[in-house]
T-cell receptor
């Protein structure tokens, strides 16, 4: 079945450091891939997405490229800020499964000044 | 922001009592979902709906039931709450975008404590 595996946390970085959060997936068809972010006490919100191979999603300085050959969708940011402290979730969805979404377990990021 | 309202936002109840959480959307999206979020487990799907009166089980459906009598409302019921159902519950909605799934939009969550 479909599944998502993402890097275990927690991750602690200094401000302006480079961020990578790894995400790999297993899917039977042609999924769409997503990164969601959850700030403390809030619901999840979409950070970026990609719907086909080699697409790059980007938002707020974050980027992720849909790599079908390595079944990966790693999240990167060149220079993190304290305000990026949150939990990040990788997810996939396949229309063949009736719009079901599969989430990774989340990676907690803390950015210190 | 997507128009999703969850109620109640916070509830404390006792073991054995019934509990109903409500999700209301104003986006006319076809798909609606209930997830629970627990430390170390991420998000786990309880039930989802792909249309009025059309629902299916997710990975952690035991002890939960759902109903969707209108497009805009998706109810989650715990018939007899247990302490293991203490969690934060999120409602979400989505819609198809051509051949692809659209993104999920989440409500703000309902924190349930079962004593």
């Amino acid at each position: 079945g479909d599944s998502v595996t993402q890097m275990e946390g927690p991750v602690t970085l200094s401000e302006e450091a480079f961020l990578t959060i790894n995400c790999t997936y297993t899917a039977t068809g042609y999924p769409s891939l997503f990164w969601y972010v959850q700030y403390p006490g809030e619901g999840l919100q979409l950070l970026l997405k990609a719907t086909k191979a080699d697409d790059k999603g980007s938002n707020k300085g974050f980027e992720a490229t849909y790599r079908k050959e390595t079944t990966s969708f790693h999240l990167e940011k060149g220079s993190v800020q304290v305000s990026d402290s949150a939990v990040y979730f990788c997810a996939l969805s396949e229309p063949l499964t009736g719009n079901q979404f599969y989430f990774g377990t989340g990676t907690s990021l803390t950015v210190i000044p | 922001d997507a128009g999703i309202t969850q109620s109640p936002r916070h509830k404390v109840t006792e073991t054995g009592t019934p509990v109903t959480l409500r999700c209301h959307q104003t986006e006319n999206h076809r798909y609606m979902y209930w997830y629970r979020q627990d430390p170390g487990h991420g998000l786990r799907l309880i039930h989802y709906s792909y249309g009025v009166k059309d629902t299916d089980k997710g990975e952690v459906s035991d002890g939960y039931s759902v109903s969707r009598s209108k497009t805009e409302d998706f109810l989650l019921t715990l018939e007899s709450a247990t302490s293991s159902q203490t969690s934060v519950y999120f409602c979400a909605i989505s819609e198809r975008r051509g051949q692809n799934t659209g993104e999920l939009f989440f409500g703000e969550g309902s924190r349930l404590t079962v004593l």
